[in-house]
C-alpha cells in the first residue's frame, strides 16, 4: 500500500512538471474603467522561471517580439501606444547574436481605449509571443482574448 501512495505521489509531481513544461506562460485578460467611456485593457503575462518572453520593442535581429493585435471595433478608438509593465532586462544573447529586451515573472500589456458612445462592447484580438531560457527557445504561440467592456 505504501509503495502504491509513493508510486501515486510521484507520478503527480512528474505530470504537474511535465505541464509546467508545457506552456511556461499563463495569460490574464482584465479592463477597467478610468473615466467616462475610458477603459484601461491589460493583458498580463505569469512567466514561470527559467523562461522569459520578449518585448514588443526587442527589434530586428533577434526573437520573435511579443505582437498584441487588437480585431477592428467601430466602436472602440484606442488612446495611445500599448505600454509594458513589468521589469525590462536587456542582455546580450549568444544564441541570436543582438541585444535582447525581455520579462521575466510578470509584464502586463496595458492600452487605453475610449468607448463611442454608451454601447456595450468587447475588445477582442490576438497575442503572439515567443518564450525561451538559457538553453532552447519554444516555438511561437499564438492566443486570442475576448475583454468585456462594461
Known amino acids: 500500500m505504501k509503495k502504491l501512495l509513493l508510486l501515486l505521489v510521484i507520478s503527480t509531481m512528474s505530470a504537474a512538471v511535465i505541464a509546467q513544461g508545457d506552456e511556461p506562460v499563463e495569460w490574464n485578460y482584465s479592463a477597467k474603467k478610468t473615466a467616462n467611456g ?14 522569459h518572453i520578449y518585448s514588443q520593442n526587442t527589434g530586428k535581429g533577434g526573437p520573435i517580439p511579443t505582437q498584441i493585435v487588437f480585431k477592428a471595433n467601430p466602436l472602440i478608438t484606442k488612446l495611445g501606444s500599448l505600454k509594458e509593465n513589468g521589469k525590462l532586462l ?15 515573472g510578470t509584464v502586463s500589456f496595458v492600452q487605453v481605449v475610449k ?7 468587447n475588445i477582442s484580438g490576438t497575442v503572439e509571443y515567443m518564450v525561451c531560457n538559457d538553453e532552447q527557445c519554444l516555438p511561437p504561440v499564438k492566443k486570442t482574448f475576448d475583454i468585456r467592456l462594461m
Open 38 to 51: 475610458v477603459y484601461e485593457v491589460v493583458l498580463t503575462a505569469t512567466v514561470t522561471q527559467p523562461w
Open 90 to 104: 536587456k542582455t546580450y544573447d549568444k544564441n541570436f547574436r543582438t541585444d535582447v529586451l525581455s520579462y521575466a
Open 115 to 121: 468607448l463611442r458612445g454608451a454601447a456595450k462592447t
